[in-house]
């Protein structure tokens, strides 16, 4: 029911503060109330249990005095108290709300933590003498924020002063009064400490109020909807000027700095609003309602207006910033994890300090575009404890208020996440996206258009630059970065130094970098040189000359804390409400020689102490004046540790030693959880979480253990490592030792790790598919997380090198390490991991004495990660089931898989030792490729003008691919010192890049012509570049051109001689088949001077001798040693097959050794540069290229490596020539797998190539499935090829068909041939037995199916038909008796080309009893067939894809000569799927394993064998692998087939598919099918005249 109650009117208020409910633990706090400008406070008591039952007192004598500001603050040690919750309550709704009941729980509002909910504060309240006018008020126990004041709509209720508008050509006399009205009130409160807060938002206010003033007043209309917002500010401040600021100090603080913050977010308003009107734009984003933002603004004054007259406390956050698409924004958020760094209020600067510094920041956040850009970098530095990241909180804290923080990012050196440049530009990309829609909307764009954008420098350009670029506004964006310095090592800074200081030139000129940092050389030297026109510096000088500057704010800062302890501490001896008395403090104050952190750490110690005068009269008495900065702060680490440690007791200096050492040497913080368990069983007798709690003073999260402990400043690090700092060798922590210590510890702790360690129940997954990843992962200990993460760290780092960490590696590998890739897979950890294991294997090598079984055992493990990256990357599960299996025979990983017995088993062609080669791959269309001088890098440019260089050695990128803004690069030439390339473009530029990361380095220049090729002298200090009909020779410092040299053609490539005194040009024309080459004299004619024509199928490769004045000419023909002087022969040598299938060759960029390729071999020859009729061939490899798939290719120095390109996939391989001279050569082709109908054999068609003449000499193995025993060797015919065969139902014979026709069967056990005819005109297509009668099905290129009798060599039925197309005879199709033998069924794709099939079938069912025949053609590329048991469905499996496509299912009638297609479900007879990447999955798409194919001709190549139900052998292209119903596949290898067994694959296991179900047809025409349309009767592709005929044919 309603309460009646009243209007109140003037009338005495009791109100009783009894206790609150729900706080959060271990804090002290009190309650405050406040109304019409008056306070009072409660006693401070803890929050576990929180009473109070303190009365007070007011009077409504007004209207002012009708609303009550109750708030929790919370009493803290340091910095300044802070409000947990409060509401803000009319007197009448309170008293409403407590109708009849003697108390009421209001509901309070969280205030900067949003995470603190439901906190109740029980009160109760009584009127006196009050007289009232009923009206009726609903009455609910609890109140929740619904029922303040703050969501009334119309704050003019108050009845608040009218306001008297102005006219338009007042506006510049009302800018003039405002502005000295902001001035004034910044002037008043920076004379009160209680409002100091406010005077940096006022500054920031009067600062940007001036640039808008300026613009506006450019204008020669002045826009009215500006002038009404200017009225309401300027009647604003007026009531803000006539308060009593001293009276009203603690209420008015916050009132204060919201209407500063509102009138930076106006003042840059009306800034925007003038520049679009100047441009004669309007706003018109959908994010920038003009109208709608004004009134906003007008609401807000009016309401900051009405709590300044009537004294309500400020709770209204009445935001006019634009709604935020929280869709785009939480995309971005789940693609970059979060990470845990950001700006915290209480870690700012206590109100009134450091305002000069803050003054400067301010005064550059406001500073005025002019026409040379502004000042965008503020770098801020001072040493160690000097208070730059007090100084960055704060500045955060205020752009924040004003609404231009764009991100923040707080360095730390001892988080793994905050340590290095790797996520600042995915957390500020989340950032941005959470300040502005239209930032969020393009980010997002760009992250779903490259979903892994690798390398700061791209990041930077997707994420930042080009999304600022495209948000139209001007008003300020910050970008914060705090502690540069602890940004990694120099080294791993650079690339982001970079990018802070030259490319954020091209942000738009309203970003800002804000950065603080230690001066570090290499950090002041990159911003230095930028000038003071770009870049401001400040530095915090602390050294004793400089005190004044601190002085101040650290008496501000000392008093504050001192009083705090004394309020703490009231009863200690020595301790009144004076202490510590103003000559301490200023002994205090020169101890701490200006440093913020000297000062926090000495007055923690002493807050501490047991009674802190004493504790502060010892650390004066022991503390020296005259000492600099770095000596004060070290006395006083020495002093604490001194103090807190039992250095006498027995095991003390152990337990510091080993607990205190994992704070040093930990790659990431641990909590003392993760340190007990660490490293606790070292101490018997102690703890490292009871040593640590000691060190609270120097030292975090010690006290409650539910954080990450590490040094309260970095100077205790510095301090303790530090022999000459620390003093005492004792107390000194030896980092390498205890990096030493970790590893071992890490070894031990990882010693749990085992198969599937997060307990997945699904294993097929990917490890972004797992939804609750993230929660099992936690789950994980955390020291289990972090030795996974950092054990190599800590291997790399520690000291002795001995044998106990060697051993422990050793067993630790040998043991553990596909666990270990499986726990990093699911720590999305692997970035590093090619790298680290590199650094890992030359540290062991460096070891004395050498262990060679474990260097062998980290290279193989290396092998394995490059091999099978994608993999560890994407997924944890499929490391065992889809790299495990594949591991060389021979390697010492091998023994690992023991433990597995449900993968994938190879029982024939496994491979013996790691692929010679790796493949890589994301480039496009490769145009040209090269090696750096030092084989260290490899270069590639797509023919899309995309750069990308490699690592050889870890095989990744060192950046992410890129490419110019301006034009297309075309050509590129490294220097000579590997250090640097050259890259030219299409529009003629010439640019310098660093190898390092590929940025520019310095040197540009440009041409009046593309730049098709570079050349770059051996001296390095002069380059070549040629384009149409040009040839320049550039100075390689300066970049100016020199001189030009005639062309008589345009060279493909240039080389310049050792001694840089000639160049030669190569071209070549192909369709003439004739290469060109000419030579220049460097200091003599432009002409040249020699010109000679090779004949050649391929460009010539040529290279200069560095034994004499010779020319190396090479060609797939012959190679040749030509004069430099006169161009006359010196030597040649002619190749033996010069006439054969020679394609192409390549000279390695020393000259010393030639790659000769054909089309089934490669050859690499060494070349005597002084004979080169001595040349001679030492390695031959076959199959490793096919031309013309395979054309583009580089060879390096020494013909170490070799890179070639795959054109037809995109791809890269580089092959290590070692490992191809180590690896057996092979001339044997595998093709034509076939499994028997039982899947316990299989069949091969092996066919020997002779290089020599060209030649084959062929024959068949069968091969037992279950251990891969050779079974049986048939000698098939060598004069034919074979195109096809198939094994009949008893497993007796085996079928041939030949490519002229002929088919010949063979007895299995004997080997011997049976039956030998021709029985086609053209080539056999396919095969098919009978399933219960010897009875054979072929069918011929030349459209005839047969069916023979093979007892009696008999036609039984025999069908011809006139195909409207051309049948091509090189490759086996699908085709399928039904159950009974009444149909036959088979398929084959319609042909485009010679070599090319449309995506497109024929399916031709043939009713053998009545001659009838039915054709279709559907709209995927069939290669299986089944029909169902009764044979009224036929299914058709479609080609491969790299997505999932469903069997095909169809129904058809011969009588009415029409096939519908009908859905499919598990009755589908296929049950496996093969995808293009490599991916074997089950028939509904779950995923089984991988298989790595690295040539990528295996999913060209694959099929399925037999299966029951006669689902029979079909495969593609020229017949390879074959999946088979019982779990076996079979695919091509490099030198023999691969038989892979995957039947115990645990996903397998559910599946027990005995029964096929056959789907019922249904009308279907309304459906519209999406690949394989209702298909109808279709024209006949048979001849009718023959259809007619068919059935006299039949014989009995």
């Excluded at 009218?162 to 405002?178: C, D, N």
């Excluded at 909180?393 to 790797?422: M, Q, R, T, Y």
Aim: with cysteine.
């Amino acid at each position: 029911m309603p309460l009646k109650t009243s209007k109140l009117q003037r009338s005495n208020v009791d109100l009783t503060v009894h206790r609150a409910i729900k706080l959060p633990q271990s804090m002290r706090v009190y309650v405050v109330i406040q109304n019409a400008g008056r306070s009072w406070k409660t006693k401070v008591v803890d929050s576990t249990a929180p009473e109070w039952t303190e009365k007070f007192r007011f009077e409504l004598s007004d209207d002012s005095a009708r609303t009550l500001y109750l708030k929790i603050i919370r009493k803290r040690a340091i910095h300044q108290d802070q409000v947990i919750a409060s509401k803000l309550i009319a007197v009448e709704d309170l008293v409403g709300a407590q109708g009849d009941n003697s108390e009421v729980s209001l509901l309070l509002d969280p205030d900067h933590d949003p995470s603190i909910l439901g906190v109740l504060l029980v009160v109760s309240v009584r009127l006196q003498s009050p007289r009232v006018s009923p009206v009726t008020v609903p009455s609910p126990v609890l109140v929740t924020s619904a029922s303040t004041p703050r969501d009334v709509e119309h704050p003019s209720e108050l009845s608040l002063p009218p306001l008297s508008p102005i006219t338009s050509q007042e506006t510049g006399a009302v800018w003039q009064s405002l502005l000295s009205m902001v001035s004034s009130l910044d002037g008043a409160v920076k004379l009160i400490d209680e409002l100091a807060k406010v005077h940096p938002y006022l500054q920031l206010a009067w600062s940007v109020l001036s640039l808008a003033y300026a613009a506006i007043s450019a204008q020669a209309d002045r826009d009215e909807k500006m002038s009404i917002l200017l009225d309401d500010m300027l009647q604003m401040y007026k009531f803000a000027s006539g308060v009593d600021l001293k009276k009203r100090d603690q209420s008015i603080a916050p009132i204060l700095e919201r209407i500063a913050r509102e009138t930076v977010r106006c003042a840059n308003f009306m800034n925007e609003y003038s520049r679009r009107s100047i441009l004669n734009r309007t706003i018109t984003s959908p994010f920038y309602d003009v109208d709608g933002t004004i009134q906003k603004f007008r609401d807000t004054f009016e309401y900051l207006r009405s709590c300044l007259v009537t004294g309500t406390a400020l709770r209204l956050e009445r935001l006019t910033s634009d709604l935020k698409d929280d869709t785009n924004r939480i995309f971005i958020a789940t693609q970059y994890p979060p990470v845990e760094t950001g700006w915290n209020p209480v870690l700012g600067c206590l109100p009134g300090t450091r305002q000069t510094v803050l003054d400067d920041i301010m005064k550059w956040l406001s500073c005025e575009y002019d026409d040379e850009g502004p000042c965008r970098i503020f770098l801020l530095t001072g040493l160690a404890g000097s208070g730059k990241s007090t100084v960055a909180h704060s500045v955060a804290e205020i752009c924040a208020g004003v609404h231009i923080l764009g991100s923040n990012f707080f360095f730390k050196h001892d988080v793994a996440d905050l340590n290095s440049p790797k996520k600042v530009f995915t957390k500020m990309a989340v950032d941005l996206a959470a300040m502005n829609p239209q930032l969020a909307k393009d980010i997002a764009e760009a992250v779903k258009n490259e979903p892994y954008i690798n390398g700061l420098s791209r990041q930077f350009k997707l994420l930042i630059s080009d999304p600022l670029h495209s948000l139209s506004t001007s008003e300020p964006i910050v970008l914060l970065l705090d502690a540069l310095d602890e940004c990694g090592k120099p080294s791993e800074r650079r690339e982001l130094l970079r990018i802070l200081s030259k490319d954020s030139s091209i942000l738009p000129n309203n970003v800002r970098l804000f950065i603080t940092s230690r001066p570090e050389d290499d950090i002041a030297g990159f911003f230095d040189r930028l000038g003071p026109k770009t870049c401001v510096r400040r530095d915090l000088a602390v050294t004793l000359d400089s005190l004044s500057m601190n002085n101040r704010d650290m008496h501000t800062f000392v008093k504050m804390r001192f009083a705090e302890i004394a309020d703490n501490n009231f009863n200690a001896p020595g301790v009144d409400e004076d202490w510590p008395g103003p000559d301490q403090i200023e002994r205090f104050i020169v101890q701490s020689a200006g440093l913020f952190i000297w000062a926090s750490t000495a007055l923690g110690v002493i807050e501490d102490a047991h009674n802190p005068n004493v504790e502060l009269n010892s650390l004066l008495r022991d503390s020296a004046a005259s000492r600099g900065a770095q000596d004060s702060l070290d006395a006083l680490y020495r002093r604490i540790l001194a103090k807190v440690g039992h250095w006498d007791e027995e095991g003390f200096l152990d337990s510091y030693q080993v607990s205190m050492g994992v704070i040093i040497a930990a790659a990431d913080p641990l909590s003392l959880a993760a340190i007990d368990k660490l490293v606790g069983d070292e101490l018997p007798n102690d703890r490292p979480s009871h040593l640590l709690s000691r060190f609270g003073s120097v030292l975090t999260n010690v006290g409650n253990g539910g954080g990450p402990v590490q040094s309260l400043h970095p100077s205790f690090s510095d301090f303790l490592v530090s022999t000459q700092r620390c003093g005492d060798p004792n107390l000194v922590i030896d980092a390498p030792r205890h990096h030493r210590f970790m590893a071992l510890r890490c070894f031990k702790v990882l010693s749990c790790l085992h198969r599937n360690i997060c307990s997945l129940p699904d294993l097929t997954l990917f490890n972004s598919e797992i939804g609750d990843l993230e929660h099992r992962i936690a789950d994980l200990p955390e020291e289990v997380r972090y030795a996974g993460r950092f054990w190599i760290i800590h291997v790399l780092r520690s000291e002795p090198r001995d044998d106990t960490v060697l051993r422990a590696l050793a067993e630790f590998l040998s043991a553990h390490a596909f666990h270990w890739l499986e726990l990093r897979s699911l720590l999305h950890s692997t970035s590093d991991l090619i790298s680290s294991l590199i650094d890992l294997d030359e540290w062991v090598m460096s070891v004395d004495p050498p262990h060679p079984g474990l260097e062998i055992l980290i290279q193989e493990l290396i092998d394995f990660c490059r091999g099978f990256g994608h993999i560890i990357r994407t997924s944890a599960s499929h490391i065992y089931t889809s790299a495990l299996p594949f591991i060389p025979s021979s390697s010492p990983l091998r023994p690992l898989q023991v433990e597995c017995n449900d993968i994938p088993r190879i029982t024939i062609g496994s491979r013996a030792s790691w692929s010679p080669f790796s493949t890589l791959q994301g480039l496009g269309r490769i145009a040209t490729l090269s090696f750096s001088p030092d084989r260290r890098k490899l270069m590639a440019l797509s023919v899309d003008g995309v750069v990308c260089l490699w690592d050889t050695q870890t095989q990744q990128t060192v950046t992410s691919p890129f490419q110019s803004n301006d034009s297309r690069f075309i050509s590129s030439a490294f220097f000579p010192d590997s250090k640097s390339a050259l890259i030219g473009s299409k529009n003629g530029e010439i640019v310098q890049y660093t190898l390092e990361l590929l940025e520019p380095k310095g040197l540009r220049c440009k041409q009046s012509t593309a730049v098709e090729c570079l050349s770059v002298a051996p001296d390095g200090e002069k380059f070549f570049s040629s384009g149409e009909g040009t040839l320049g020779l550039w100075d390689g410092i300066s970049g100016s051109l020199l001189r030009e040299f005639q062309t008589p053609f345009n060279p493909d490539y240039i080389l310049v001689n050792p001694a840089s005194t000639h160049i030669v040009g190569v071209a070549h024309e192909e369709t003439r088949r004739k290469g060109h080459i000419a030579c220049w004299k460097i200091q003599s004619d432009p002409a040249p001077y020699l010109s000679r024509e090779a004949k050649s199928r391929s460009l010539p490769s040529v290279a200069f001798s560095s034994e004499r004045d010779a020319l190396i000419v090479a060609t797939a023909r012959y190679i040749e040693l030509m004069s430099l002087e006169d161009g006359s022969l010196i030597s040649k040598h002619v190749f033996e097959d010069a006439d054969s299938m020679a394609f192409d060759c390549n000279i390695s960029q020393d000259g010393s050794q030639l790659l000769r390729v054909s089309g089934i071999y490669a050859d690499i020859w060494t070349i005597d540069e002084n004979a080169a009729d001595d040349a001679k061939l030492i390695r031959r490899f076959y199959h490793a290229f096919h031309v013309p798939n395979h054309k583009i290719r580089a060879i390096s120095s020494y013909g170490s490596s070799l890179a070639v390109v795959n054109k037809t996939a995109d791809e890269i391989f580089v092959y290590s020539t070692t490992q191809l001279a180590m690896k057996k050569a092979s001339l044997m082709h595998w093709e034509m797998p076939v499994f028997s109908p039982d899947g316990s054999h299989i069949a091969f068609y092996i066919e020997k190539r002779q290089p020599l003449p060209l030649s084959s000499t062929n024959h068949m193995k069968i091969f037992r499935v279950s251990d891969g025993t050779e079974v049986c060797r048939i000698n098939v015919r060598n004069e034919c090829l074979a195109s096809c065969c198939a094994f009949d139902q008893m497993n007796r014979h085996v079928a041939v068909g030949y490519r002229d026709g002929a088919v010949e069967i063979f007895d299995v056990n004997s080997g011997q041939s049976v039956l030998e005819d021709r029985y086609h005109e053209e080539a056999v297509l396919g095969l098919c037995w009978h399933a219960s009668e010897p009875r054979l099905a072929s069918f011929g290129a030349e459209g005839k199916i047969r069916i023979l009798d093979t007892t009696t060599n008999e036609n039984v039925a025999e069908y011809r038909g006139q195909f409207p197309f051309e049948l091509y005879g090189g490759s086996q199709r699908a085709i399928t008796f039904s159950e009974d033998a009444a149909l036959l069924a088979l398929c084959f794709p319609v042909r485009q080309g010679r070599y090319e099939f449309d995506k497109e079938s024929i399916v031709i069912v043939w009713n053998i009893e009545a001659g009838e025949i039915i054709s279709w053609r559907t709209n995927e590329y069939i290669t299986r067939l089944s029909f169902s048991p009764d044979g009224s469905v036929l299914w058709g499996a479609p080609e491969f894809r790299d997505y999932l496509v469903d069997a095909l299912a169809w129904t058809f009638s011969f009588s009415a000569g029409t096939v519908q297609s009908i859905p499919w479900s598990t009755s589908s007879p296929f049950k496996f799927r093969k995808y293009l990447d490599g991916w074997i999955t089950k028939k509904d798409g779950t995923r089984l394993f991988r298989v790595h194919a690295r040539h990528g001709g295996f999913m060209n190549r694959i099929g399925l064998e037999r299966l029951p139900g006669n689902v029979v052998t079909a495969v593609t292209g020229d017949g390879g692998p074959i999946i088979s119903d019982t779990g076996r596949l079979v695919y091509m290898g490099d030198d023999s087939a691969v038989l892979i067994d995957f039947s115990t694959v645990p996903a397998l296991k559910e599946d027990d598919e005995s029964v096929r179900r056959v789907p019922r047809p249904r009308d279907m025409s309304h459906i519209r099918w999406p690949r394989d349309a209702v298909i109808g009767p279709f024209e006949d592709p048979i001849d009718s005249n023959v259809r007619e005929t068919a059935s006299s044919r039949i014989k009995e």
